[in-house]
Each structure stands twice: as structure tokens, then as C-alpha cells.
């Protein structure tokens, strides 16, 4: 098993920006990829960014290329969301999600731990 904890989210200003983390144990060697989703209000989870765990190769959707920035420290287990220029719309729950596949992109299926969720509001 590998257990998530997601840390960073608050409350910033549009505009702002906020650095999320997603610390992982227990059989972290387990990890293929890693990625971060999120949930708005009355939304579905949608894909936000994903790492492949031993290359650092990233992906993200269209729509969030270029303001967001996954990365990880393999070191440290921990996985990163730089998110900038925050909008009101970036308001979400936002997930880290870990997968034993190796390079999966946005299919929430193929993603085999959670975390819990950090919340993110972005105020106008």
C-alpha cells in the first residue's frame, strides 16, 4: 500500500499563486506514476497533471499548461503543484493520486491511491 498526504492548499487572491505537495509512504516503490486532480463544486474530478515518477516526465492537459507545474523529490517521496496566476475558477478539492503504471495520463481508473484532498480557493 502506499499512503498520500496533501498539504499547501489555503485561500489566495487571483493572480496568487500556491505551492501544493503530496507526501507519499509505506511502498513507494511501488509508484509509477504520480498526478494531481481536482473537484469543484458540482463538478466531476478532472485531470490536472501527471509525473512519471522515475523520469520526472510530465503531462498536462492543454488547459492547464503553462501556469501549473508538477515536479517531484524522489528523495523525499514528496510530489509538487506549483500553480500560478490562480484564478477563481482553480477553486477546487485538489488530489494527489498515484498509479503502479508506469507513464498513465488522466484516466482516474488507473490511478491505485488517493490522498485525501487539499482545498484551494482563490478569491476574486
Known amino acids: 500500500q502506499v499512503q498520500l498526504v496533501e498539504s499547501g492548499g489555503g485561500l489566495v487572491q487571483a493572480g496568487g499563486s500556491l505551492r501544493l505537495s503530496c507526501a507519499a509512504s509505506g511502498r513507494t516503490f511501488s509508484i509509477g506514476t504520480m498526478g494531481w486532480f481536482r473537484q469543484a463544486p458540482g463538478k466531476e474530478r478532472e485531470f490536472v497533471a501527471r509525473i512519471v515518477w522515475s523520469t520526472s516526465r510530465t503531462y498536462y492537459p492543454n488547459s492547464f499548461e503553462g501556469r501549473f507545474t508538477i515536479s517531484r523529490e524522489i528523495a523525499k517521496n514528496t510530489m509538487y503543484l506549483q500553480m500560478n496566476s490562480l484564478k477563481p475558477e482553480d477553486t477546487a478539492v485538489y488530489y494527489c493520486?498515484?498509479?503502479?503504471?508506469?507513464?498513465?495520463?488522466?484516466?482516474?481508473?488507473?490511478?491505485?491511491?488517493w490522498g485525501q484532498g487539499t482545498q484551494v480557493t482563490v478569491s476574486s
Open positions: 493520486a498515484a498509479s503502479r503504471v508506469y507513464a498513465v495520463y488522466g484516466n482516474q481508473n488507473e490511478y491505485d491511491w
